[in-house]
C-alpha cells in the first residue's frame, strides 16, 4: 500500500469514528437541545488543545449479534487537553452511539484516562450522558462501572474530580459522580437517580416526572447530589472554567496565585450587620467585602443555603469560604448544611486551600424531623472535618457564636490558628433569652411581674455576657477587630501560615461518621 | 432558578429567640411529626396487599397474621401488633399501598 493511500485510509476512519452513531443519531442529540461528544470536550478545553486518546478502540462482545455492530471509539471520547492553560484529562461519553451504554471497551477507555489523570497528577473532568450499563455485555459491563468507581475512591483527595452530567445519568452510573469533587447540572439536560420514574411507579405507584425526580433543579436545590446549576451548557463550561482556576492540579501543589486586587468599592462592611442580633442580612455581603475584587465563586448555592460555602482570592491566593448564612433559617447548622459544609473543609484541606470561617449562628436547628435524620452523626462531620483539618485555619466571628455552633464553626479548641472577633460579636454558651429563663427560672416564676424579671434578667445577662470580651479574656479568642480590619488581618494570618507544619498521629485513616 | 433572596420570610425561634429569617423548600415542605397510634397497622413499606386474613369485629391477638403484603418481590407477613378487636380493616386483596397508608385498626 502506498503512503498516500495509508494517509487516505487514516482519513477515513477518523472521518468515520468522527461521525459517532451517524448524522441520524447527531441530529437527534442536537434536537434534544444538546451539544455532540467532541463538541462539548473542545468547548470546556482551550481552542485546540484537545487530544484524543483510544478513538480506534473497538468492543469484544459477541452475543446478540453484537460482533456485527460497529461502535465509534465505543461510545465516550477521551483524551488531554488544557483549560487556562492548566492540564486536564477529560472524557465525554457520546449518546449518539448506543445511547452512550457502559460496555467493558467503553470503561478501559474511563479508566485508562483516570490512570493517566493521577500519574500525571492533573484534574480529571467527565461528561456523562448515558443510557446505563449496556446490556448485550452483561455483567462485563458491571464490571466496568466497578472499576470505574475504585479508581474514583483511589483518586479522591489525589487530583480534583469534576463530574458533569449532560443527559441521563441513572441507576449505578450515578455513582461514579457522586464519588468525584464537584458535579454540574444543566437545565432540562441532566438527570440523575437511582430508580427511575417507571420503575417507582411500578413498585410504589408513586407518579413523579423524571425532572421533578433528579432534574438539575432538585438535584442543586433539594438532594444536594450536584453542586452547580446552568441554564445552559454554554453557561456550566464557563463556570468549570472558573472553578479550575481556584483550585490546584494536585494535592502536592497549590492552586496558582493571582494578582492581588483589594475589594471593589461597595457599602462599608461595618455597616452589613443589623444591630438587632434576631434581624437577618446576607453574609455574602461580607465575604465580598473582604475578598479580592469582591469575587466570590458560590459552591452549592441552592441546597441547604443556610451555609455559605465557595472559593475567593485573599492577596491572590486561592481560599475556601465557610459562612453561616443569617438570611436562610437564621444560619442554623442542621443535616444538609453540616454535610455541605463538612464535605467542602474536607476538599480545601485535601488540596492546600487554607479555610476562612465566617460565623453567625444561633446553633443547632430543633425538631423531630432533625433529629430522626441524624443530626448528632451529621452534624459531627462537621467537628470532625475541622478538626481533622491542616491547612491554615483562620476564623472571624461576626455576631451570634452561641453553644455547640460556637465550638463547631472552626473554634480556637478544634485548632483554629487565628481566631478573631468583631465587636458585634455574642460568644457564649446560649443566646440570652434562653440562658436567662434557665438561669433565674425560679426568680422569674415566683416575680409578681415575671415578664417583667424576665426582661431584667435577659438585660442583665446580655449586658454581662453577649460580647466577645469573656471569651477573649479567657484566650478562646485572639483578638477583637473593627469590620474594617478583617481583609488585613486574615491575609496576615494566612500569610504567616504559609510554612505551617500540623503532624496527625500515624494511622490507616480515621472514621469520620459518615 | 430562584435564589434564597425570593424564599418564603419565617421566624424560627432557637433557645427562646426569634430570629427574622427565611425558610428553605425543603423547610418549609417538611412534614410535621406526628405520633403514631398503636392500634392502627401502617404499610411499613410501600407495595400490593395479597391476601387479607381478618375482618372486621374478629377477636385477634398479638402477633396474629393479618394480612401478607407484598413488597420488593417479598411476601411479607403483617402481624397484630396488639391482643385486641379488628376495629377496620382499609384494603383489599390486590390493592397497591403506599408506606404509611393504613392497612387495618384494632381496638
Redesign the interface.
Known amino acids: 500500500m502506498s503512503l498516500d493511500k495509508k494517509l487516505k485510509e487514516h482519513a477515513k476512519r477518523v472521518e468515520v469514528a468522527q461521525q459517532g452513531g451517524g448524522p441520524k443519531a447527531q441530529e437527534k442529540q442536537r434536537a434534544m437541545g444538546k451539544l455532540l461528544a467532541r463538541d462539548r470536550i473542545t468547548a470546556i478545553l482551550d481552542e485546540g488543545s484537545f487530544h484524543e486518546y483510544d478513538m480506534f478502540v473497538e468492543h469484544r462482545c459477541q452475543d446478540f449479534d453484537m460482533d456485527k455492530k460497529n461502535l465509534a471509539a465505543d461510545g465516550v471520547i477521551t483524551g488531554t487537553g488544557t483549560i487556562s492553560g492548566h492540564p486536564v484529562c477529560i472524557f465525554a461519553q457520546d449518546f449518539t452511539v448506543a445511547g452512550g451504554s457502559l460496555g467493558l471497551a467503553h470503561a478501559r477507555k474511563i479508566c485508562k484516562i483516570m490512570d493517566h489523570a493521577v500519574k500525571l497528577g492533573v484534574p480529571l473532568i467527565g461528561v456523562n450522558d448515558s443510557g446505563g450499563a449496556r446490556i448485550q455485555e452483561g455483567v462485563n459491563s458491571l464490571a466496568g462501572y466497578g472499576e470505574i468507581f475504585y479508581r474514583n475512591t483511589l483518586a479522591s483527595g489525589v487530583i480534583p474530580q469534576i463530574s458533569v452530567i449532560l443527559g441521563p445519568c441513572a441507576g449505578g452510573a450515578v455513582y461514579s459522580p457522586a464519588l468525584t469533587d464537584f458535579v454540574f447540572v444543566v437545565d432540562k439536560i441532566s438527570k440523575m437517580f437511582i430508580t427511575g420514574p417507571e420503575v417507582i411507579k411500578t413498585v410504589l405507584g408513586e407518579e413523579i416526572s423524571m425532572e421533578d425526580l433528579g432534574g438539575a433543579r432538585v438535584s442543586t436545590e433539594v438532594s444536594g447530589n450536584a453542586h452547580f446549576f446552568s441554564e445552559s451548557e454554554a453557561d456550566c463550561f464557563a463556570q468549570i472554567k472558573r472553578l479550575v482556576t481556584f483550585i490546584p492540579w494536585n494535592n502536592r501543589k497549590r492552586a496558582d496565585a493571582f494578582p492581588a486586587k483589594p475589594p471593589r468599592p461597595g457599602p462599608a462592611i461595618s455597616g452589613i450587620i443589623p444591630a438587632e442580633p434576631t434581624k437577618p442580612y446576607d453574609v455574602r455581603d461580607v465575604v465580598r467585602a473582604v475578598c479580592d475584587d469582591s469575587d466570590f465563586f458560590e459552591i452549592q448555592q441552592h441546597w441547604a443555603a443556610n451555609i455559605v460555602i465557595g472559593f475567593a482570592r485573599l492577596n491572590g491566593d486561592t481560599v475556601g469560604v465557610v459562612a453561616n448564612q443569617p438570611l436562610v433559617l437564621a444560619g442554623v447548622l442542621d443535616v444538609d448544611s453540616s454535610d455541605k459544609a463538612a464535605r467542602f473543609v474536607r476538599f480545601c484541606d485535601a488540596f492546600n486551600i487554607p479555610l476562612v470561617t465566617f460565623v453567625d449562628l444561633p446553633g443547632y436547628l430543633p425538631g423531630v424531623d432533625q433529629e430522626h435524620a441524624g443530626v448528632i452523626r451529621h452534624g459531627a462531620k462537621v467537628l470532625y472535618a475541622y478538626s481533622e483539618a491542616t491547612v491554615p485555619k483562620v476564623t472571624v466571628i461576626l455576631r451570634k457564636a452561641y453553644g455547640g455552633g460556637y465550638i463547631a464553626m472552626c473554634s480556637r479548641h478544634l485548632g483554629a490558628d487565628l481566631v478573631v472577633a468583631w465587636p458585634t460579636a455574642e460568644i457564649a454558651v446560649m443566646g440570652p433569652e434562653g440562658a436567662a429563663n434557665i438561669i433565674f427560672k425560679r426568680e422569674i416564676e415566683q416575680a409578681a411581674d415575671p415578664n417583667a424579671v424576665r426582661r431584667g434578667k435577659v438585660a442583665e445577662y446580655s449586658e454581662k455576657f453577649a460580647n466577645p470580651y469573656i471569651a477573649a479574656a479567657n484566650g478562646h479568642i485572639d483578638a477583637v477587630i473593627t469590620p474594617a480590619e478583617t481583609r488585613e488581618f486574615v491575609i496576615h494570618a494566612i500569610a504567616i501560615s504559609s510554612q505551617k507544619r500540623e503532624e496527625r498521629p500515624a494511622k490507616k485513616h480515621g472514621l469520620p461518621p459518615f | 432558578?430562584?435564589t434564597?433572596?425570593d424564599?418564603p420570610a419565617?421566624v424560627?425561634v432557637?433557645?427562646?429567640?426569634?430570629?427574622?429569617?427565611?425558610?428553605?423548600?425543603?423547610?418549609a415542605e417538611?412534614?410535621r411529626?406526628v405520633a403514631p397510634d398503636p392500634r392502627a397497622v401502617v404499610a411499613h413499606i410501600?407495595g400490593v396487599v395479597c391476601t387479607v386474613y381478618v375482618k372486621v369485629g374478629e377477636s385477634i391477638r398479638r402477633g396474629d397474621r393479618l394480612l401478607v403484603l407484598e413488597?420488593?418481590k417479598m411476601q411479607n407477613d403483617v402481624p397484630a401488633p396488639c391482643t385486641g378487636r379488628v376495629k377496620a380493616v382499609h384494603v383489599i386483596g390486590g390493592q397497591?399501598?403506599?408506606?404509611g397508608e393504613r392497612l387495618v385498626e384494632l381496638e
Open positions: 432558578m430562584p434564597d433572596r424564599l419565617t424560627l432557637i433557645d427562646d429567640t426569634a430570629y427574622q429569617t427565611t425558610a428553605t423548600r425543603k423547610f417538611r412534614r411529626w410501600p413488597a420488593m397497591m399501598v403506599a408506606k
